[in-house]
């Protein structure tokens, strides 16, 4: 059987649209909100990251982006970032 492979392009449409109907309509289940608004954050972070990494190919800067560091930076916010930041410059 052939397996059906969706493009990047079409499954970050889908789970932006999800999370913008999430966000449109609400969570009718506080545990449910709490886990979707985690959710939007780890993502907000991974795109924060993304955007770091874009600015930082001008001065060979690099932050991993996986699961972790999106976590850190999402639910840490700004002082998460700088804590990669800094970790990223003075350990590794």
């Known amino acids: 059987m052939d397996m059906v ?3 990047p392009f079409t499954i970050i449409i889908i789970v932006g649209g999800l999370i913008g109907l999430l966000l449109i309509l609400g969570a009718p289940i506080k545990p449910l909100r709490i886990i979707g608004n985690g959710v939007v954050r780890i993502m907000i972070g991974a795109l924060a990251l993304f955007v770091i990494n874009s600015i930082g ?7 991993p982006i996986n ?5 850190v930076s999402g639910l840490l916010g700004i002082p998460g970032v ?7 410059q003075f350990v590794l």
């Open 5 to 7: 492979a969706f493009e």
């Open 57 to 63: 190919t001008i001065i060979s800067f690099h932050i």
């Open 67 to 71: 699961f972790i560091t999106a976590s």
């Open 82 to 88: 700088i804590a990669l930041i800094a970790i990223e």
